[in-house]
């Protein structure tokens, strides 16, 4: 009984991280065109993180498949469930890659800020806050058994503060008309 509840564990957390990975990457590649449409950093930023999330998520579910076949042995004492840890890790360089670039992107606009209109902001940061609330009401349930499941996890928690913060960079934009909002 415990071998096939198991099972059916983990492809019930392979099928939610599909959908999760199918949520972010739609709104990834909507992040990214509005974004580069309307010259927006904090979109630009935001998108970023999105694909931090749309690659720890797909390292994730990489992790449980190989967690899933591959069973401890002598020769590998814990089976395939380092993956995971090695997932952890590389998600996080990769999120500090991406933050490097946008922190020297922000610095290089500082002086000069492009207008960005701020209804386009509000709307996309409103679609990702909604899209990222899915994600995380999908794995959620399967974050405390797995360390891939809750990297993934705790990285669309983040995102959805950056949502926020793109939110209300096109409220501040759009009511005062203050052309750093977007860098700040």
């Given amino acids: 009984m415990g071998a096939g509840h198991d099972h059916g564990t983990k492809d019930a957390r392979v099928s939610r991280m599909v959908i999760a990975a199918a949520i972010l990457t ?14 927006s950093i904090a979109l630009l930023a935001d998108a970023g993180h999105m694909l931090t999330d749309l690659v720890a998520m797909f390292m994730g579910l990489t992790a ?4 899933k076949h591959g069973s401890a042995s002598p020769a590998r004492t814990y089976g395939w469930h ?3 840890v090695f997932t952890a890790v590389a998600n996080a360089v990769l999120l500090l890659g991406v933050a490097a ?11 000069d ?7 386009p902001m509000i709307v996309v940061a409103l679609a990702g806050l909604l899209a990222n609330a899915v994600v995380v009401l999908l794995l959620r349930s399967h974050s ?6 809750k990297g993934a996890y705790m990285e ?10 793109v939110l209300i960079a096109g409220i501040v934009t ?10 700040v």
């Fill in 26 to 39: 739609t709104f990834f590649m909507i992040e990214l065109v509005t974004a580069l449409w309307i010259n």
């Fill in 64 to 67: 449980v498949l190989l967690a």
């Fill in 82 to 84: 380092r993956a995971e």
């Fill in 101 to 111: 670039f946008i922190l020297f992107e922000a610095f290089q606009r500082l002086g």
């Fill in 113 to 119: 800020a492009p207008e960005v209109p701020g209804v």
């Fill in 144 to 149: 405390e058994s797995s360390l891939a499941v």
């Fill in 156 to 165: 669309v928690v983040a995102d959805t503060v950056g949502s926020i913060g």
């Fill in 174 to 183: 759009v009511t005062t008309r203050w052309p750093y909002a977007d860098v």
